[in-house]
């Protein structure tokens, strides 16, 4: 038992440790890639490969490197112009069986917003975890109008009501006499459907068959391209409601639905 213990200790704190050096290195390869973008718009050049990973066993030709990224630049200038505002997205390590898929060992890819005042973009980085430089950075093939973000808020409001209810009809058949409630729990929980979504660029959503679990609602909140809120009709708590409202349900303390009790006899003399 001690055993079984010690390496459950030792597994969680193995984790936690990983989790925390990823998290750090995440922050600081954003930071980078902002950086990099910014000595690039100034035509730094040199501070921009002092930010890249080369192989030592290959001879640096700085002019080469350079022309490179003067072409970079003006594919920035042309699209988005010089003065740039950026947000950190996201990084992810993708672990895979198969030869050429996910990211190569101990690196992690980075994705960083850049936007203008009226348009956005992408920015993906490789990094080498071990050094913090950059293996490879490109834009991606996005380029959006920034949206207007104030429906996607009231959208959210919308979308958080969606769990406070189913919440609150739960607490309501724990605080009934009706059978089985952890089957009333389970149909509250699961039972959303269709799901109504508000993507921050595309707008509104639906998908007929797409079950809302975890208390009806999901959402996420990055980049715009990625950016939405979902809610699923809650159909399990509304039937539930229904039903307590109508009195349609079984006691727990009788097989008998409350409206059938019986009335007290009265003997006539």
């Given at each position: 038992?001690?055993k079984y213990l010690i390496a459950t200790i030792t597994f969680f704190v193995i984790a936690f440790t990983c989790s925390c050096t990823f998290l ?16 690039l718009l100034h035509k730094d050049y040199d501070k921009c490969i002092d930010l890249l990973a080369f192989d030592p066993a290959k001879p640096l ?25 950026y947000s950190f997205i996201r990084s992810e390590k993708t672990y895979s069986t198969l030869k050429g898929t996910g990211t190569p060992p101990n ?163």
């Open positions: 038992m001690r750090a290195n995440s922050k600081k390869f954003g930071d980078t890639s902002k950086l990099f973008i910014e000595n030709n700085r002019d080469s490197v350079k022309a490179g990224l003067d072409v970079f630049r003006n594919i920035l200038i042309k699209g988005f112009g010089d003065k740039l505002e690196t992690t890819l980075v994705f960083v917003q850049y936007s203008n005042k009226t348009e956005f973009g992408i920015l993906q980085g490789l990094f080498d975890d071990k050094t913090g430089k950059i293996l490879d950075i490109k834009t991606l093939d996005i380029k959006g109008k920034i949206p207007n973000m104030l429906p996607f808020w009231l959208f959210g409001l919308v979308a958080i009501c969606i769990p406070a209810f189913n919440i609150y009809m739960i607490v309501k058949v724990k605080r009934s006499d009706m059978r089985t409630k952890w089957l009333k729990y389970l149909f509250i929980v699961i039972l959303n459907i269709p799901a109504i979504g508000y993507n921050a660029v595309n707008g509104l959503f639906i998908k007929y068959l797409n079950l809302q679990m975890l208390l009806g609602f999901s959402f996420n909140i990055s980049d715009y391209f990625d950016s939405f809120w979902i809610f699923g009709i809650p159909l399990g708590g509304l039937i539930i409601l229904l039903k307590l409202k109508s009195g349609n349900y079984r006691s727990a303390n009788n097989d008998v639905p409350p409206s059938e009790e019986l009335i007290p006899e009265i003997n006539p003399e």
